[in-house]
């Protein structure tokens, strides 16, 4: 079974406005982490936001924020203010903690295009 | 610091041959990983280890074997390549704390025909 799941194979957004990209996942283990990379053209993959199951608020980093619904086991990624070099592929990861050790499971992905 | 590099960038391969993909951190990084990069279905773990003399399996370890003799570098080797081993490869590694987010290297594109 997939244990984190992407939806939206490509997203357009607007420059400026806000978007956000659906993550849902799939585990048993109470004990768990969230995360959001993002992989420019340029190929390397870069690590942007991080919710742990235990956390009471939402993540936040600047201009992204976790939308975290933990009994729809969803986490998604809004992006506010969109910008141009937001143009990219969003993945979403999971890092089961009780039962999954340091593996880190990722989503197919979400292209993003940033229109100007 | 350089973070963490792979070596090398590119790689074309007949298949049979085999070779020998580098990674080396410098941020004194526990964790170290190999993932492969393919359309349509993200990053999936080959081979990881979680220190000096460690490795252990992931998702995808068939036709690839790891050694980690030295903390900094992780080597993945591919013995006998097979146009099914085409793929982008990917390096990362972590400080194994509790959020033990990944610092990836920039990729290597193999080719194997």
């Known amino acids: 079974a997939q244990k984190i799941t992407q939806t939206q194979p490509g997203m357009f957004v607007q420059e400026k406005e806000a978007v956000t990209l659906d993550c849902t996942y799939d585990?048993?283990?109470?004990?768990?982490?969230l995360f959001w990379y993002k992989q420019p053209s340029s190929g390397e993959m870069i690590f942007l936001i991080y919710?742990?199951?235990?956390?009471?608020q939402n993540a936040t980093e600047g201009r992204y924020s976790l939308n975290f619904q933990k009994a729809r086991k969803s986490a998604n990624l809004v992006i506010s203010a969109s910008q141009l070099g937001d143009s990219a592929m969003y993945f979403c990861a999971m890092r089961e903690i009780n039962t999954g050790g340091f593996k880190t499971i990722f989503g197919a992905g979400t292209r993003l295009f940033v229109k100007a | 610091n350089a973070g963490v590099t792979q070596t090398p960038k590119f790689r074309v391969l007949k298949t049979g041959q085999s070779m020998t993909l580098l990674c080396a951190q410098d941020?004194?990084?526990?964790?170290m990983y190999w993932y492969r990069q393919d359309p349509g279905m993200g990053l999936r773990l080959i081979h990881y280890?979680?220190?000096?003399?460690?490795?252990a399996k992931g998702e995808v370890p068939d036709g690839y074997n790891v050694s980690r003799l030295k903390k900094q570098n992780f080597l993945l080797g591919l013995e006998s390549a097979a146009p099914s081993q085409t793929s982008v490869y990917f390096c990362?590694?972590?400080?194994?704390?509790?959020?033990?987010?990944?610092?990836f290297g920039p990729g290597t594109r193999l080719t194997v025909t």
């Open positions: 280890s979680v220190g000096e003399g460690t490795t």
């Open positions: 990362a590694s972590s400080t194994g704390g509790q959020v033990n987010e990944q610092y």
């Open positions: 941020m004194n990084h526990e964790y």
């Open positions: 919710q742990g199951s235990y956390d009471q």
């Open positions: 585990t048993s283990d109470p004990s768990y982490g």
